[in-house]
């Protein structure tokens, strides 16, 4: 048993999350969690919602209320969202909690105190026309570097650079295409160069092992050559208070300092609601715990170099040395799980544009686990992927409808016909053993193409053990054995088939979490294969406004299925089952682009 933790990336909270979000942070870390719960390991997944920066306060603007109040209701809609798509997170919380300003300020001070934050007088982007500070991000123009024409004030998409404003030619707003002006203002900076040696130094690490998708690797150790210190306030008055500065009530966090220290602020929240303070302390001081992060690629720099520096610093690891504060030694990252981009018939997604379709817009006309297994399929693992709408029907039909699907139903549909219950069996063939050896060593490889992040390969070994399944059916022609003489031959083959949906479902559960419950009580089971998260209202614990979390019951053996062969036990009652999986109709192709057209 291993103690992993689970470190979600943290969707922004100014409107509702698309599909290419949760392609990215979403399905991917949940596949994994629930796969390394099954096998046996203590898994703790977190993230909540970043609520804090200037994009919120300009949403809010425009909507006409507070930026707190326009938090709350995104908040919302992406805790309902996220718990509809089965993403079975042990605590998803948000960055305005009372919890979370306690932890970010107590990281800050400790990194600064061991000399890794210096002030600095630096240039800061000024909106002419409202006087607002213009967040480094929300700054565009040509790349001094490689000449890209839409490089962002903070780094270029393009050529990778990390970049400041004032470095951009013809910097322009990204809000309203204004110049911007820059003043002079002081800040706090994160001294990246005295931590680059050990930055370094983890990198070569994490390189050495092997286990890095190259592209996360390789886009990781090209920045750390073009290292230099990096802002880490802001002249904003949303977000958390700078120590020390409390009389300047217009200096914030970055809210990127801020949301990278919630993966620590969420494993204290959670330790605190259970009951014991100090569980968080298993996950993140204990050198032999293991440490996941996931998110889309366009987030790596934050997590292979910022997050990791903060850690550095606060545990005194770097030239200026220092020591560790409050929390101990935190443990650094063991890998950063980036994916690629999920573009959108084509096209980025873009909500300005239309170029989008919300996950709450896809699981209202759609099933959880069809939008699930189109991620997992055809998702962006290790290069950019691209959702369609006919690709996603003839996923849906092609393969969940007509192969797992049509396995389910005819096997229950046969053994509810002949038997009415899981038949006790006869001595079994070459056929039927053979079979089931092959489902039962999925458990061996299906497992490790999870445990490894491959899980497009994982998920098509599972579905090609499906394919083997349906062929057995079509060798030992179950639906002719109707002679007397051949119901124990028929008995052997319907158990057989029973025993291979069961261990297959059980291997599918992490991808399916929704429909294997439902497969398991086509067989008569219990639905204690794939538990759901749930929706909790609480109380903020050091006394702001109550606010809804994630959550939720995940034991193995109790709740949750262990990895591995589920035997079924002759005599259980079978009925004529209803299809668990829904045939789209092709028409809703067309319907679904006259939807973007129109949006």
Known sequence: MTRILSAVAWPYANGPRHIGHVAGFGVPSDVFSRYMRMAGHEVLMVSGTDEHGTPILVAADAAGVSAKEFADLNNRVIVEDLVALGLSYDLFTRTTTGNHYAVVQEMFRTVRDNGYMVERTTQSAISPSTGRTLPDRYIEGTCPICGYGDARGDQCDNCGNQLDPTDLIDPRSKINGETPEFVETEHYFLDLPALAGSLGKWLDDRAASGTWRPNVIRFSQHILEEIRPRAMTRDIDW????????????????????????????????????????????????PEALSYYFMGKDNIVFH????????????????????????????????VVSSEFLTMEGKQFSSSRGVVIYVRD???RYQPDALRYFISAAGPETQDADFTWSEFVRRTNGELVAGWGNLVNRTASMIAKNFGEIPTPGEPEVIDTALLEQVRGGFASV??????????????????????ANTYVTRTEPFKLKAPEQRTRLATVLHTLAQAVSDLNVMLSPFLPHSANDVEKVLGGTATIAPMPRIEEVEDLDGGDPYPVITGDYRVGETMAAWGPRPVVPGTPVAKPSPVFTKLDEEIVEAELARLRES
Do not use: C
Not at 308 to 332: Q, V
């Open 447 to 468: 497992g490790d193409l999870i445990a490894h992040h491959r899980q497009r390969a994982a998920l098509a070994e599972a579905m090609r053990l499906v394919g083997e």
């Open 239 to 286: 977000g958390i208070p700078v120590p020390g500065w409390e009389d300047q009530p217009t200096k914030r966090l970055y809210v990127w300092f801020d949301a990278v220290v919630g993966y620590l602020s969420a494993s204290i929240e959670w330790a605190r609601r259970t009951g014991d303070p100090e569980a968080w302390r298993a996950w993140w001081n204990d």
């Open 362 to 364: 896809v699981l209202e």
């Open 304 to 335: 292979s170099q910022i997050w990791p520096a903060e850690l550095l610093g606060h545990n005194g690891e770097g030239d200026s040395g220092g020591a560790p504060g409050t929390y101990g030694t935190l443990n650094l990252p063991t890998e």
